[in-house]
């Protein structure tokens, strides 16, 4: 669930008596900050709608709260901007969407109180061993998300370090973060960068650790981070790149390595004519992977590298043509006599190297025959397969090669027996309700927790309403554990064993199909252990 504004709805509009029904309407709000819950003054707010010529703009006073008098009845959208936080504008990436609602003349529109979710900032130095600030680095911050630090393509912008080796994220949503600082490495010919270096993960680590991930949840700023890069002082990775049909003679390869599972790109390489020689220089000690494209990506090889205290000397690369993950969809279709499997069409489905998180998604769609194809993968190549179901269904299985995947996301082979994905229509769900007394809070993040913790694709989760109350659809049936959190606390119930340390007694859940229940759930609190 990303981390957007929250609107809370405090009231209904108010609807006009039969014989003033063409009198103008007025829209009421108050605009806060998310940390604080202080008023925003100055914010931008934007009204349109059908029944306005020209959009309505107006300010928040000192108060953070505005009046927009004199709006006829009709279907209206309401945006918020201010300067240093995430607007409440549709298509706007980390934004809330805009606020739809119908206004009825006369009487108030009351929209409640509208939080704008501050843009945090990361700020910090980047040094080499010997302390010289190290210029023109890139930084990069990846997002804790079900206890795992995982690239996320758009949700952080990038930066680079100044001539002081100084930097600066700015723009980045609410949430517990893994910094990390990297050089890329590709050069051509025999000229490589005067330094090269390994990734290196806040405070000083070679991979992520999400028990160093600064939060910023609650704060709006983190200043005075520091990475050290340490210089690499290594070996000649050399060899040849083959000419093949995907890479003719004389065709222009990049040449890069790599560290298996990191989400930062080639620290190190070259650029080569298919039919010469390769050198990249000044490689440490480590298993790493070498990634070659051709030019125009009609051609990719990928194999492993041991690099130790002696040059490592002729490799051979010889480039492929991409292959394509395919597939059907189909969905058991229950209720008759008989179940029957028809086509799924309209399955989302997004695949993603394991050894290449820096890479973009695979992504694609089925079609009315519930085919799919998702191209320019990796042959032999083990990619991690996500699965969106239509609504009304969810999935019961995923096959390649005769092989149920038990675990999900799905880890499937590229190039090898097309996947199949079968859903089902038979799921069950839940209504429920918090157990409250007076002054007890009605907000609560609700989990259905399947017994099989590794099929992260049969969680459900809902938020309670005003009144406690939550509602779960297309649930898969199983065993399930339910429980009532404060908070949603970046996902970190998929993490193992994260919800078992609660402590108090979830409620056990068995869903069969079609099945319908009732739930009375507790509230406990996640505190901050992750």
Same mark, same amino acid.
Request: glycine content about 10%; aromatic content about 6%.
């Given at each position: ?11 209904t ?9 063409n ?13 604080h ?48 936080f ?75 370090t ?9 723009r980045?949503p ?68 083959i000419?093949?049909i ?15 599972g ?22 440490p ?82 079609n009315?025959?519930? =085919? ?26 995923v ?16 190039? =090898? ?57 297309d ?29 108090g ?26």
């Amino acid at each position: 669930m990303r981390a957007v504004a929250v609107i809370q709805l405090a009231a209904t509009l108010i609807a006009a008596s039969s014989a003033q029904t063409n009198g103008p309407a007025a829209v009421r709000c108050r605009i806060v900050d998310d940390i604080h819950g202080t008023p925003i003054p100055n914010a931008r707010l934007t009204l349109t709608g059908r029944s306005l010529i020209d959009p309505i703009v107006a300010e928040s006073d000192t108060r953070g709260s505005c009046t927009l008098p004199g709006i006829p009845s009709g279907n209206y959208s309401l945006s918020v901007r201010k300067a240093g936080f995430f607007p409440v504008q549709s298509g706007v990436p980390n934004g809330a969407p805009s606020i739809a609602f119908v206004a009825h003349a006369p009487g108030d529109a009351d929209l409640g109180t509208i939080t704008l979710v501050s843009m945090r900032r990361i700020s910090g130095m980047v040094r080499w061993q010997d302390e010289e600030p190290a210029a023109g680095v890139t930084v990069h911050a990846l997002r804790v998300k079900g206890g795992k630090a995982a690239l996320r393509s758009g949700e952080v912008p990038l930066t680079r370090t100044n001539d002081h080796g100084e930097f600066t994220i700015d723009r980045v949503p609410p949430g517990r973060y893994v910094v990390y600082a990297f050089i890329q490495g590709v050069a051509p010919g025999d000229h490589t960068r005067p330094e090269i270096a390994l990734p290196v993960f806040y405070p000083g680590t070679p991979a992520p650790d999400t028990r160093s991930a600064i939060d910023l949840l609650n704060t709006p700023e983190i200043t005075g981070l520091v990475l050290h890069l340490q210089e690499a002082a290594g070996v000649i990775v050399s060899g040849q790149v083959i000419p093949s049909i995907s890479a003719p003679k004389g065709s222009t390869v990049h040449l890069g390595l790599f560290v298996p599972g990191s989400p930062a790109p080639p620290f190190a390489g070259t650029i080569a004519a298919a039919g010469d020689e390769f050198r990249i220089r000044d490689v440490p000690p480590g298993s790493y992977l070498l990634l070659s494209v051709v030019d125009n990506i009609r051609g990719q090889s990928l194999q492993p590298v041991e690099v130790g205290t002696a040059p490592v000397e002729g490799i051979r690369v010889t480039l492929q043509h991409p292959v394509s993950i395919s597939g059907r969809a189909v969905v058991v279709q229950s209720g008759g006599v008989a179940p029957t499997t028809l086509p799924a069409a309209n399955v989302a489905l997004h695949a993603r190297p394991e050894r290449l998180p820096f890479l973009p998604l695979n992504s694609g769609m089925t079609n009315a025959s519930g =085919e799919f194809t998702l191209d320019g993968a990796y042959p032999g190549e083990t990619y991690i397969l996500s699965i969106d179901p239509p609504p009304g269904t969810y999935i019961q299985r995923v096959v390649q090669n005769t092989r149920d995947l038990s675990e999900s996301p799905f880890p499937i082979s590229a190039g =090898e027996e097309p996947v199949e994905v079968i859903l089902g229509n038979d799921g069950g769900r839940v209504t429920g309700a918090l157990n409250l007394n007076n002054g007890d809070r009605t907000r609560a993040f609700v989990v259905l927790a399947p017994d099989d913790r590794k099929r992260k694709d049969r969680f459900r989760v809902a938020t309670t309403d005003a009144e406690g109350s939550f509602h779960i659809s297309d649930i898969p049936p199983g065993d399930y554990h339910a429980f009532a959190l404060v908070r949603n606390d970046e996902d970190a119930y998929l993490t193992e064993g994260y919800l078992d340390r609660l402590g108090g007694e979830p409620v056990k859940v068995t869903i069969r199909p079609g099945d319908a229940q009732t739930l009375h759930l507790k509230i406990v609190s996640p505190g901050r252990d992750r």
